[in-house]
């Protein structure tokens, strides 16, 4: 019997790490949530379905390469186990047409600790997501005596977990600033959602964005579950499509966290990092203007970036600033290339989940 998973950070050394897959990956219906965050002139508004497989293979393909890179490093690597993505979601609550992917694992799994918890997420067609990983869980609970395997209050997503008719009119980006900024999302108050890629983990401190897929009440869930710890809300009102913390915030090793420039880091936060000697720096900007078709993230994937070690960082080979910037933050850097990952879920970070880094939990804001 051995410890299979502890971790408490994005930055302690990796030793066993989750990569997504592609397989069987499907462009879900429009629903309350994803409506949210597909731009009403984007070309994946109104379409569903399996997505091509060329994209599915050359997705896959650098995920694999992910994979190898990390083994070649030491770092043991799993992969999940995809179901057939395209069959319905049906449940006494909601109807929707069918599944996503179980790409990215950042969303689904976070790991505080030696526990796993399987995330209270708000899209309808991520319902069944966590199966995915279930074998593997299965494997660490039985290898792992220490292995605490939760998963969060299921949320029933019915129509009363959201706002309805909320983006109906075309918004402007200006309108979509300002209801960031008011904290009006398309979720409502009703029960517990998170992704957690919203989840930030400094050791002791939790900072948790709220936005389009995390909620208040969330937020109480964690304080009441972690009473040792320090929960941070935090809304970042630069930011239109406010959906996961990890391109926005991203720590790189203990004192040194890189902040995306458009997205306004509220004061009281700087202020707690700055008050314990961290440096926040701006973070490079994005090689590219768009991101690739039919990619549900923006540009700023360029900061997604899988940190190895306080040293050792995994960047998007084709993200020059963001590499030139790493490097001259003293960090080794490993370009990869990931861009056709990218519509599958997100850049690094996002497809993959801790299993193990070494490290305890420190206190860095105290
Ligand atoms: N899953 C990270 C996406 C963040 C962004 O679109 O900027």
Same mark, same amino acid.
């Given at each position: 019997m051995t410890k299979i998973?502890?971790? %408490?950070?994005?930055?302690?050394?990796?030793?066993?790490?989750?990569?997504?897959? +592609?397989?069987?990956?499907?462009?879900? @219906?429009?629903?309350? +949530? /994803?409506?949210?965050? &597909?731009?009403?002139?984007?070309?994946?508004?109104?379409?569903?379905?399996?997505?091509?497989?060329?994209?599915?293979?050359? +997705?896959? !393909?650098?995920l694999d390469n992910l994979a190898r890179v990390l083994e070649e490093r030491?770092?043991?690597?799993?992969?999940?186990?995809?179901? #057939?993505?395209? #069959?319905?979601?049906?449940?006494? =609550?909601?109807? /929707?047409?069918?599944?996503m992917t179980c790409m990215p694992p950042? =969303?689904?799994?976070?790991?505080i600790g030696n526990e796993i918890i399987e995330a209270a997420m708000s899209f309808r067609c991520r319902y069944w997501e966590y199966l995915a990983f279930r074998p593997l869980l299965s494997q660490y609970f039985n290898e792992d005596p220490e292995f605490l395997w939760s998963q969060a209050p299921r949320p029933r997503l019915s129509d009363k977990s959201y706002k309805h008719n909320y983006?109906?009119?075309?918004?402007?980006?200006?309108?979509?600033?300002?209801?960031?900024?008011?904290?009006?999302?398309? /979720?409502?108050e009703e029960e517990i959602l998170f992704d957690a890629a919203d989840v930030l983990r400094l050791g002791k401190d939790l900072f948790i964005q709220h936005g389009l897929t995390t909620n208040r009440k969330a937020m109480e869930w964690f304080k009441r579950k972690y009473p040792d710890f320090r929960i941070h809300a935090v809304n970042f009102p630069g930011d239109p499509y406010p959906i996961h913390i990890?391109?926005?915030?991203?720590?790189?090793?203990?004192?040194?966290?890189?902040?995306?420039?458009?997205?306004?880091? @509220?004061?009281? #936060?700087?202020?707690?990092?700055?008050?314990?000697?961290? #440096?926040?720096? =701006?973070?490079?900007?994005? !090689?590219?203007?768009?991101?690739?078709?039919?990619?549900?993230?923006?540009? %700023?994937?360029?900061?997604?970036?899988?940190?190895?070690?306080?040293?050792?960082?995994? &960047?998007? +080979?084709?993200? /020059?600033n963001q590499l030139e910037q790493m490097d001259k933050l003293g960090m080794n850097v490993i370009p990869i290339h990931f861009r056709d990952a990218y519509a599958f879920g997100g850049g690094l970070h996002c497809s993959t989940a801790d299993v193990y880094r070494e490290g305890t939990c420190e206190d860095y804001f105290p």
């Open positions: 998973v502890n971790s %408490w950070n994005d930055f302690d050394p990796l030793k066993h790490v989750i990569v997504g897959r +592609a397989d069987h990956s499907c462009v879900p @219906p429009e629903e309350p +949530a /994803t409506s949210e965050k &597909v731009p009403i002139d984007s070309p994946m508004r109104g379409m569903w379905g399996p997505r091509p497989l060329e994209t599915v293979e050359k +997705a896959n !393909a650098q030491g770092v043991k690597v799993d992969r999940p186990s995809p179901l #057939q993505w395209n #069959q319905p979601v049906i449940t006494p =609550d909601f109807r /929707t047409g069918s599944m950042r =969303d689904t799994l976070l790991t983006y109906d009119e075309r918004i402007s980006l200006e309108e979509r600033l300002v209801r960031t900024a008011n904290k009006d999302f398309v /979720t409502t990890d391109a926005t915030f991203v720590p790189l090793r203990p004192g040194l966290i890189i902040n995306n420039p458009h997205r306004k880091l @509220p004061e009281a #936060q700087r202020k707690i990092f700055e008050k314990n000697d961290w #440096q926040i720096v =701006d973070a490079a900007m994005p !090689a590219h203007k768009e991101p690739p078709p039919l990619c549900y993230s923006s540009v %700023w994937l360029s900061m997604n970036c899988l940190v190895l070690d306080h040293k050792t960082v995994i &960047v998007e +080979a084709s993200e /020059t």
